[in-house]
């Protein structure tokens, strides 16, 4: 994940070393809103197969499914994804259900 400068105050003043904390550095995805990191998390899921596959990263949508699995992946670990995948999509439904519904509420007044 990309690092975003911040200004923070540390809690030690003074590293010896200079630690993403006195550099000012934050994750970009703690300035998103949650819908849209759980949906970073499911193109990641999908980046990993298709990496190992011979699938073009990005041919496939958030909706279409997850790529076949890879020759040389364990079921397992297959399944463990679909799994995550699943449970990601559940997560992904519930919070943009929610953002729209705060949308809704804020343009309210103007209609």
Known sequence: MPFVRAQVSHPLRRCALPCPLCRGARYESRYQAPALTVCDRRWGIRRRLEERGSFVVGLLGLDDGLPPKPKGMHR???????QLDEHLADRWCAGMSGLLERLERRTKWWR
């Open 76 to 82: 397992r670990t297959y399944r463990r994804l679909e």
